[in-house]
Every structure is written in C-alpha cells, then in structure tokens.
C-alpha cells in the first residue's frame, strides 16, 4: 500500500503535482510519501464520481473507485491494479500511489463504476 506519512504534514513540499479536472488545471505541492488520494481528497479534487465519494473503501487498493490517469512521468506502479492498468491501459488507483517525484494527474469525472454499460454496449452485447 502507497506510504502515508507525509499526509499529516501540511508543509508544502518539493514535489509539484500538476492535476486536470476535466476544465481546470491545479497545481499541487506535497511532502514526499504523500498518498495522492488523501492529497487530492484535501484539496477538494475528488478522484470519485458522485456516486462512489460515500461507497469507496476508503482507500485500502479493493474497490478502484478511485482511478485517476497519470502522465509519462508518473511513479511506476508497485499495487497489482496499477500493474494490470499500465498492461490494459485502466486508471491507476490514487490510494496506492505515494507521490516521490513531481507528475501529471487527469481526474475522470465521467468514468463508468462497476461493471456499468457504456453508451449502446448493452444493445450490441444483446445482439440487438
């Protein structure tokens, strides 16, 4: 699991996060070893859809509701999700990513949770 122990530290730090949210970009300082979530979570830049800020797990690495795509000079993932994303290309989760150098965030607001369908997938799955 991503380290945590700068999360309590509001110093700013050496490290500048750059994230988008979709229509405004936002840069972050953090301590080294911060945990992006909580990092995000603190700056009011939500990694979750509406749905998924009460139904999460609280950034434990099981319900990836929490992904988020990184630019090229992100960290490396060391979580089995994050290791399966860079190989299929799905959002990293930003509960398991501990900030050790500066790097690019793209939140999702319009990601799908869940299994959910997208647009005209059901009907072509039903053969329809």
């Known amino acids: 699991m991503a380290q945590d122990t ?14 988008h949210d979709g ?3 936002h840069e972050l300082a953090l301590p080294d070893g911060t945990n992006l979530r909580r990092a995000l979570l603190r700056h009011d830049l939500s990694p979750y859809t509406r749905w998924t ?4 797990c609280g950034g434990r690495g099981l319900c990836a ?13 060391t979580h089995w999700h994050d290791r399966l994303a860079a190989q299929y290309d799905y959002p990293r989760l930003s509960c ?8 690019t965030v793209y939140l999702l607001p ?15 799955a039903d053969g329809a």
């Open 96 to 103: 398991q990513i501990a900030v050790d150098r500066p790097f």
């Open 110 to 124: 319009d990601k799908r949770i869940w299994g959910a369908w997208a647009t005209g997938a059901r009907d072509d």
């Open 6 to 19: 700068a999360d309590q530290n509001d110093t700013p730090g050496p490290h500048r996060v750059r994230v």
């Open 23 to 25: 229509v405004t970009w």
């Open 65 to 77: 509701t929490c992904g988020v795509r990184l630019g090229d000079d992100a960290p490396p993932p």
């Open 53 to 56: 800020r009460s139904l999460n």
